[in-house]
């Protein structure tokens, strides 16, 4: 059985995003919208909170484009699946949407049953890019020059892109992994293991103090070993964000 796709519908025009929201009602329970946005900043911190499965996007963002809303999102996280909706059939959106490995392109009025396809080619990306849980605790692989590392999850402190590879930081030591931080990315729990930029995830059940002035987080061990990082502005402003959310919750 094919889980629920949650779902942000990201469109500035009313009338066309009220049809699209029934359009989509009308397809649950395989899609779950969660938000509905009508503007590029409000798009950009509901996706940042939610981490939607699928984004339904118009091109156009009241001036301004959405194609830099996903490369912006990219520095963050992961991107979800990305239909593009749009009024226009400019070959230039389209080679775009295909850069971003859009899962389909849809032009406005956006036909039910072509909508209905494109739900289903993002349920069959999900389930096969789901077939394995990710780590949230326990050991974790990693591939080496020589073999394979075992790290207990709980004692990462923080990975940082090298290259094609990582560099695993642990309390103790620091690695070189023959993994990228994208494939690691998909591997490890995002509640736990967060990309706060476009090169470096955090082990946010680990961090201890932030201190905005100079950019830097402390990080602590179960046995209260400190280790400091510094980290980029944007990073620093996803740490406070995704911490101020945890204390709420």
Do not use: W
């Not at 950009?44 to 996007?57: C, K, N, T, Y």
């Not at 069959?124 to 974790?140: C, D, M, Q, Y």
């Not at 020589?146 to 103790?172: C, M, P, W």
């Not at 961090?207 to 990082?229: A, F, H, I, P, W």
């Amino acid at each position: 059985m094919s889980k629920t796709l949650r779902a942000i519908v990201v469109e500035d025009e009313r009338m066309p995003r009220l049809t699209l929201l029934q359009k989509l009602e009308d397809l649950r329970p395989q899609v779950e919208v969660v938000d509905a946005c009508d503007n590029y900043d409000a798009a950009l911190q509901s996706i940042l909170r939610h981490r939607p499965d699928l984004l339904l996007l118009d091109i156009q963002l009241q001036g301004r484009n959405s194609m830099q809303l996903l490369h912006e999102l990219q520095t963050t996280m992961p991107l979800p699946h990305v239909i593009f909706t749009t009024a226009y059939n400019e070959r230039q959106y389209l080679m775009n949407a295909i850069k971003l490995s859009a899962v389909d392109y849809l032009l406005k009025p956006i036909d039910k049953n072509e909508l209905a396809l494109a739900i289903g080619k993002v349920s069959s990306k999900s389930l096969t890019a789901g077939a394995t849980e990710p780590v949230t605790t326990g050991k974790i692989e990693f591939r080496t020059a020589s073999g394979k590392l075992y790290v207990d999850a709980d004692d990462i402190a923080y990975i940082r892109a090298d290259g094609n590879y990582a560099q695993v930081e642990t309390f103790h030591h620091r690695e070189t992994v023959f993994d990228s931080l994208a494939s690691l990315e998909r591997q490890l729990n995002a509640s736990v293991f967060v990309r706060i930029d476009r090169s470096l995830i955090v082990n946010i059940q680990r961090l201890y103090k932030l201190d905005q002035k100079r950019r830097l987080c402390v990080l602590m061990s179960t046995g209260g070993t400190e280790l400091e990082l510094t980290v980029s502005k944007n990073g620093m402003d996803v740490l406070s964000r995704v911490m101020q959310e945890g204390v709420k919750s």
